[in-house]
């Protein structure tokens, strides 16, 4: 039978939402969530705007570019594109985590997190035959595919000190954007099991952001521990140096009185 009968449009409108490569431990990118929510109920009508924001890394940027302003139409056909291109990602994300996992709760989750979109993709497979649309590919897709992409391969450039705690920052990046887009694509797509599959996903992304929030969180705190209990020890080691060398100071001066002959 024919494919993709489905073909109306509508304007698709993408709140700005950031772009970056996880280079090493970055700090963690600023978002409002209300003004999210708000444009995430906005009407599916205007113009798109994507933005790729400059993010540090070390010191260093990490990925930035210019503000796109483009007019989008989607598909219900490039919306199963899109949900179809935020799984394999996220899938991919989490392999390259399970391939030099240390902790058993970060590699619980990235089983969780492949387990969750491989089911998803499934689902969205599923639903594509059924309604006879075969996912298509846009220029909007492409632009989303190419930033979930440079995510993975920083986190493939991570070293594996680095890695469990760059996965988890990717983890909030990755699933706060899923979340996002999964909103606004449910007001742009025409099928209602369509729009249901939209947020299901972003229900789901959510639950996962949830977990990766904490992951987050507590890789930080453990690195500020860390860092504490080195400061102390460090402060520590100079007292007990300090100590040492005011005895053997001290020592010394004795021995020095002993050696002087007695007055006349």
Same mark, same amino acid.
């Given at each position: 039978?024919?494919?993709?009968?489905?073909?109306? !449009?509508?304007?698709? &409108?993408?709140?700005?939402?950031?772009?970056?490569?996880? *280079?090493?431990?970055?700090?963690?990118?600023?978002?409002?969530?209300?003004?999210?929510?708000?444009?995430?109920? =906005?009407?599916?009508?205007?113009?798109?705007?994507?933005?790729?924001?400059? =993010?540090?890394?070390?010191?260093?940027?990490?990925?930035?570019?210019?503000?796109?302003?483009?007019?989008?139409?989607?598909?219900?056909?490039?919306? *199963?594109?899109?949900?179809?291109?935020?799984n394999a990602? #996220?899938?991919?994300?989490?392999?390259?985590?399970?391939?030099?996992?240390?902790?058993?709760? &970060?590699?619980?989750?990235?089983?969780?997190?492949?387990?969750?979109?491989?089911? #998803? #993709?499934?689902?969205?497979?599923? *639903?594509?035959?059924?309604?006879?649309?075969?996912?298509?590919?846009?220029?909007?897709?492409?632009?989303?595919?190419?930033?979930?992409?440079?995510?993975?391969d920083s986190?493939?450039?991570?070293?594996?000190?680095?890695?469990?705690?760059?996965?988890?920052?990717?983890?909030?990046?990755?699933?706060?954007?899923?979340?996002?887009?999964?909103?606004?694509?449910?007001?742009?797509?025409?099928?209602?099991?369509?729009?249901?599959?939209?947020?299901?996903?972003?229900?789901?992304?959510?639950?996962?952001? !949830?977990?990766?929030?904490?992951?987050?969180a507590s890789?930080?705190?453990?690195?500020?521990?860390?860092?504490?209990?080195?400061?102390?020890?460090?402060?520590?080691?100079?007292?007990?140096?300090?100590?040492?060398?005011?005895?053997?100071?001290?020592?010394?001066?004795?021995?020095?009185?002993?050696?002087?002959?007695?007055?006349?």
């Amino acid at each position: 039978m024919k494919m993709n009968a489905r073909v109306d !449009t509508r304007a698709f &409108v993408l709140k700005s939402i950031p772009f970056v490569a996880i *280079l090493g431990l970055l700090g963690c990118e600023s978002r409002d969530s209300e003004k999210t929510q708000a444009e995430a109920k =906005a009407p599916a009508t205007g113009a798109l705007r994507t933005t790729r924001d400059t =993010a540090q890394a070390g010191g260093e940027v990490a990925d930035s570019a210019a503000l796109i302003e483009a007019q989008a139409w989607i598909t219900d056909a490039n919306a *199963l594109a899109l949900l179809g291109v935020m799984n394999a990602r #996220q899938i991919s994300a989490a392999e390259v985590e399970l391939d030099s996992w240390h902790s058993d709760t &970060v590699r619980a989750f990235a089983q969780v997190v492949a387990h969750e979109h491989a089911a #998803q #993709q499934r689902t969205t497979d599923s *639903l594509a035959a059924r309604l006879k649309i075969a996912p298509v590919m846009s220029a909007l897709d492409l632009r989303i595919d190419s930033a979930f992409r440079a995510r993975v391969d920083s986190l493939r450039a991570l070293p594996p000190s680095s890695l469990e705690r760059g996965f988890a920052h990717q983890q909030t990046v990755a699933e706060q954007a899923i979340a996002d887009y999964a909103d606004q694509l449910a007001g742009a797509v025409r099928a209602p099991e369509i729009r249901a599959l939209t947020e299901s996903a972003a229900s789901a992304a959510r639950a996962r952001l !949830t977990r990766a929030n904490a992951f987050d969180a507590s890789m930080m705190l453990a690195d500020s521990l860390k860092k504490a209990a080195a400061a102390d020890s460090a402060e520590k080691a100079a007292e007990r140096a300090e100590a040492r060398a005011a005895a053997r100071a001290e020592r010394e001066e004795r021995a020095a009185r002993k050696r002087r002959p007695p007055p006349a």
